[in-house]
């Protein structure tokens, strides 16, 4: 949702998105008089500065100086180390003049100075905007792309994954123009492509000096209206095991987790070793065999039950075996200890807990709890902690007690669950339009100590958890039984790929790249498999106002967002497209595109969605 407010305001492109600090030094002294196209004396003028950027990737390519009656324009390279020093002749002797820094995979960045200023200042305008507030947060994807290059990418309704590249590799150029007059020059050297339904040409097929040249030309050509490196764009990839029953595993497209699977299976050898602290799982289970490598029964009974198993399906079923469900990670280690046979104790749950730990679990799932302290158990779980292995454990299910919604009863979250050394997981359901919100039946924790963690974990009156059960079969369940050992899949997907975190810098990667839920006046979230183990953090995102229309037509306006994911803007009334593009580990990037209308009014809610 986006609101927006009648605000008189002057509007300024955000250093602070860009995180740049540009110092110059400005020098003027005077020259001999000589004839000029506008007459008069001139000045030598010496600008000298240096470009400091947060992000690697937005340290400027080149500076390009102009003033406003003066038709000349000047390229100044930027070196490696973001410093610059030029000469500029010029008929003004305290300008002010125009610093256009071209950054790569963005729209040119217009700064003004004159002598008598130390700081470079934002070429600002003032006008009566809208006051523009919006959220950002994840979507799932819907990539269809009809153009190749990053101006189609700006464009496209959806989530795709642009591959960035080294500077001295870029071999292509996109831009818009007037005409396609200033192509021509370089049909030569290169090749020329018009895209009529995006109005783009694209030159490609140069070579890195050739590239580099054609450029700069095109940046000082007045008929260029917009110019870019042409980004490759690919579509964000899946992976789609083979397994028969895995189309009905709605919940893994709703955390992300076959775009995750593209990244990273598992790790086969050494496997992650995952504990199982439940009812005892069948190890002979068709589908459990391969990952299932010990069953260890505390309590009297040795014979296998339903919850474990179920419950061992979610977190390492074999997958892309043409057999049965997928499991969340697909390589692990699983040892399943039996510690409850109908119900259990706090003596047996410790026992689990101290032995799965001296056998090397790295995670230790426990979709079980009770109302009472737990304080065996809660020695075990201090000590495996301190040993670095991260305990997930299902936050509990409503039962006649009173845990909604802001209730305070120190119950509200089960028992070990309750445990701050413990992650405490919540059941997602989904509403009759497919989306994620808090399950009515699962425990939220009281206010001071909220369950601010969640995952699917069935929906009731419709679809459930599919997995797998005893005698070799398959069966839906529900609850947050459900919803913990898919975050304990995840968290070995992540320890597959770095190994090295801690259980509170896992918590924290689950949280802040989580998909932000509706709530009252705690800020839960569902897990995102994908942000997760690339990183894909929403604070990072760049977000962009592109005028369509009117006068101020091709400015960009940026913002950014805050620790809360909210952005907000001043912006002329007008046609835009708001285009949000999250960083990924590595080198890529999703992009998210919305075209947004700003009248002239003096109230305005505009409905789109970044999640």
């Not at 902690?385 to 802001?406: D, E, F, P, R, Y």
Request: charged share 15%; proline share 6%; net charge negative.
């Amino acid at each position: 949702m986006v609101t927006a407010n009648k605000d008189n305001e002057v509007i300024q492109m955000r250093t602070r998105w860009l995180g740049i600090l540009l110092l110059i030094v400005v020098t003027t002294s005077g020259c001999w008089p000589h004839l000029s196209f506008v007459g008069g004396a001139t000045y030598s003028v010496k600008l000298m500065g240096v470009v400091h950027g947060a992000l690697e990737d937005v340290l400027p390519t080149s500076l390009v100086i102009y003033s406003g009656d003066e038709l000349r324009r000047q390229v100044v390279p930027v070196g490696s180390d973001g410093r610059f020093s030029v000469n500029w002749t010029t008929t003004r002797r305290h300008g002010p003049w125009t610093l256009e820094f071209q950054i790569p995979q963005h729209h040119p960045i217009q700064m003004a100075v004159s002598a008598d200023e130390s700081l470079l200042q934002l070429d600002f305008q003032t006008y009566a905007g809208l006051l523009v507030s919006g959220t950002l947060d994840y979507q799932l994807p819907q990539a269809s792309l009809s153009v190749a290059g990053a101006g189609e990418a700006f464009r496209t309704s959806g989530l795709v994954e642009t591959q960035q590249w080294p500077l001295d590799e870029r071999r292509s150029i996109v831009l818009k123009a007037s005409s396609g007059e200033p192509l021509r020059p370089w049909e030569k050297h290169g090749t020329v492509r018009y895209y009529p339904h995006a109005n783009l040409w694209s030159l490609s097929d140069l070579s890195e000096n050739e590239a580099q040249e054609a450029y700069m030309a095109l940046s000082q050509d007045p008929e260029v209206q917009w110019l870019d490196w042409n980004a490759p764009v690919f579509a964000s990839a899946m992976r789609q095991p083979n397994d028969p029953l895995f189309q009905e595993q709605w919940h893994y497209d709703l955390i992300y987790l076959p775009h995750a699977w593209h990244i990273t299976t598992g790790r086969p050898q050494p496997p992650v070793r995952i504990g199982i602290l439940d009812t005892l799982a069948d190890g002979g289970h068709p589908d459990l065999q391969a990952n299932l490598l010990r069953v260890n029964s505390l309590t009297s009974s040795t014979q296998p039950q339903h919850h474990g198993t179920h419950v061992a399906g979610i977190i390492g079923a074999t997958t892309n075996n043409n057999r049965g469900v997928a499991g969340t990670i697909w390589s692990a280690d699983l040892r399943s200890y039996g510690v409850l046979n109908g119900g259990g104790t706090d003596a047996i749950l410790a026992e689990g807990l101290a032995l799965a730990a001296s056998e090397g679990a790295q995670i230790m799932n426990l979709s079980l709890g009770g109302r009472s302290d737990l304080p065996a158990s809660l020695t075990s779980i201090q000590n495996a902690h301190a040993q670095g292995v991260t305990i997930i454990a299902a936050a509990g299910n409503v039962s006649g007690s009173n845990c909604g919604l802001g209730a305070s009863e120190p119950y509200c979250t089960l028992f070990p669950a309750a445990y701050g050394e413990v992650i405490a997981v919540g059941a997602v359901e989904v509403d009759g339009q497919g989306r994620p919100q808090v399950a009515s039946y699962s425990l939220l924790g009281p206010d001071n100590e909220p369950v601010l963690l969640f995952a699917p974990g069935g929906t009731r009156g419709g679809p459930s958890i599919l997995s797998t059960t005893t005698a070799g079969g398959y069966t839906e369940d529900l609850g947050t039984s459900m919803a913990a050992p898919l975050v304990s899949g995840i968290v070995g997907l992540l320890l597959s790929v770095e190994g090295g975190l801690t259980p509170t810098a896992i918590w924290e990667r689950l949280y802040k790249t989580g998909i932000g839920l509706p709530f009252d006046h705690h800020p839960r979230r569902m897990v995102n498999a994908y942000a997760a183990v690339t990183q894909s953090y929403l604070h990072r995102a760049w977000i962009g106002f592109e005028a369509l229309t009117g006068a101020h037509a091709g400015l960009i306006y940026w913002a950014e967002a805050g620790p809360d994911r909210t952005f907000d803007g001043s912006l002329p009334p007008g046609e835009y497209a708001l285009t949000a593009r999250i960083p990924v580990t590595g080198s890529s990037h999703w992009i998210f595109s919305e075209r947004v209308s700003i009248p002239d009014t003096d109230s305005i809610a505009i409905e789109f969605r970044l999640e």
